[in-house]
């Protein structure tokens, strides 16, 4: 498993993400996002968590349908069966989702370090790298969390 390092090879943290934050993600939409640089974040990692919950989706179809199913249909109709398989879908998907989160983060580390940087932040804790002074080796030392990365890295950089 990959293990995610700051310029110096250092072991880091990968920013972490609030409730509210976790909320709008959930939605699945980019566009709904306020912050830019999760916005970014997310287009990387969206193809990935799209696959993720569709076979938590089907891990809760099948368990419904070979372990529930046999018990409502009878008892409650087509409809209502229908109805409670949909959300057993809708939720398993959800809980592969969020508990595989930081893990599909995790592997996607230096896409996400490089947005971040690129939004002058730091990767491991998201604090605002403005006015930082290269240190040993030409690299900033997050004040925050202590995270090294190269000068050069942090802030936009023009596209070729």
């Known amino acids: 498993m990959f293990k995610p390092s700051d310029d110096r090879d250092n072991p880091c943290k990968i920013a972490d993400l609030s409730a509210k934050q976790i909320a709008w993600r959930a939605l699945g939409l980019p566009s709904v996002t306020p912050n830019p640089v ?3 974040e997310e287009k ?6 799209i696959a993720v919950t569709i076979v938590g989706g089907l891990v809760g179809w099948t368990l419904w349908s070979v372990l529930i199913t046999q018990y ?3 008892r409650f109709g087509i409809l209502i069966d229908f109805v409670a ?15 595989l989160l930081n893990r599909i983060r995790r592997e996607r580390f230096p896409r996400i370090a490089e947005i971040y940087l690129s939004a002058g932040k730091c990767p491991a804790c998201a604090y605002k790298l403005d006015g930082l002074k290269p240190e040993q080796v030409g690299c900033g030392v997050c004040p925050e969390c202590g995270a090294a990365w ?3 890295r942090i802030g936009p950089h023009p596209k070729p």
């Open 38 to 40: 999760l916005k970014a």
């Open 44 to 49: 990387r990692t969206a193809g990935i968590e």
């Open 72 to 74: 409502t249909r009878p």
């Open 85 to 99: 398989l949909s959300t057993c879908c809708f939720v398993v998907g959800m809980v592969f989702w969020y508990f």
């Open 150 to 152: 190269k000068h050069e």
